[in-house]
């Protein structure tokens, strides 16, 4: 079992800057891959970016530029560097584990509570 309990959302201006972490615990972090996905209000969970077991890193097309996905293994950690913030980034963003190879959130096994982020115009 892994727990992840994402942190560092926040409220920011268009054009700002956040990072979002992602800590595990339960077990090491280092034979899953991680993604990120968001929820907007009333819209379907959406994939923003993800980091496999071997460093390869995918990014949706809206974020692709402007968000980078990393891990530190050693300290249980993933993290999300979002910059240029555009006010459609708000939502909530969670955290993902996944035992497998895994490219849609059904194939995630261990999810975050979420963090909540709000970019205005």
């Known amino acids: 079992q892994v727990q992840l309990v994402e942190s560092g959302g926040g409220l920011v201006q268009t054009g700002g800057s956040l990072r979002l972490s992602c800590a595990a615990s339960g077990r090491t972090f280092s034979p899953y891959s991680v993604g990120w996905f968001r929820q907007a209000p009333e819209k379907e969970r959406e994939f923003v970016a993800s980091i496999w077991v071997g460093g390869t890193k995918r990014y949706a097309d809206s974020v692709k530029g402007r968000f980078t996905i990393s891990r530190d293994d050693a300290k249980n950690m993933v993290y999300l560097q979002m910059n240029s913030l555009k006010p459609e980034d708000t939502a909530v963003y969670y955290c993902?584990?996944?035992?497998?190879?895994?490219?849609?959130?059904?194939?995630?096994?261990?999810w975050g509570q979420g963090t909540q982020v709000t970019v205005s115009s």
């Open positions: 993902a584990a996944a035992r497998n190879y895994a490219t849609m959130a059904y194939q995630y096994d261990y």
